[in-house]
């Protein structure tokens, strides 16, 4: 059985790839998502949503390791490249990506703004949506 953190390091590489597919098969049927202010439901709505958004840009995440939290809760801090069809850049963030994970699968991502290293072990368990 994948361990939550390797699950996690997965979900990465398969965003980065661009691979779909690879990505749904890691999320629960009805995952729970950010998309700005927005949320969404369900792994349709989320093929759909990457599918367009890899058109308009290529985001590169590189996640630092990830920190188990308990109760099934997985932190890992990102820097983030966005970069345009063609490569030009776009900008750099970097943020905290919180998962829940529910079975073996990831039911929920939430992006907090990045925490100082210094604070990040104390902070993060207090950081939910």
């Known amino acids: 059985m994948t361990?939550?953190?390797e699950l996690v390091r997965r979900m990465y590489a398969a965003y980065n790839r661009r691979d779909a597919d690879g990505l749904l098969a890691l999320l629960t049927n009805d995952v729970d998502w950010p998309d700005g202010d927005a949320r969404l439901h369900g792994k349709d709505a989320l093929r759909r949503y990457w599918l367009e958004q890899w058109?308009?840009?290529h985001t590169h995440d590189e996640p630092s390791e990830p920190v188990?939290?308990?109760g099934?809760?997985?932190a890992?801090?990102?820097d983030q490249t966005v970069r345009t069809p063609d490569g030009s850049p776009l900008s750099t963030a970097r943020f905290v990506h919180?998962?829940?994970i529910r079975d073996g699968l990831t039911a929920r991502m939430d992006i907090k703004?990045?925490?100082p290293d210094a604070q990040l072990s104390a902070k993060?368990?207090?950081a939910q949506s």
Request: no cysteine; glycine share 8%; proline share 12%.
């Open 124 to 126: 993060l368990p207090e």
């Open 72 to 74: 099934g809760r997985i």
């Open 55 to 57: 058109t308009r840009v």
């Open 3 to 5: 361990t939550p953190p």
């Open 76 to 78: 890992v801090r990102v």
């Open 68 to 70: 188990e939290l308990g």
């Open 113 to 115: 703004t990045a925490i």
């Open 98 to 100: 919180l998962f829940q």
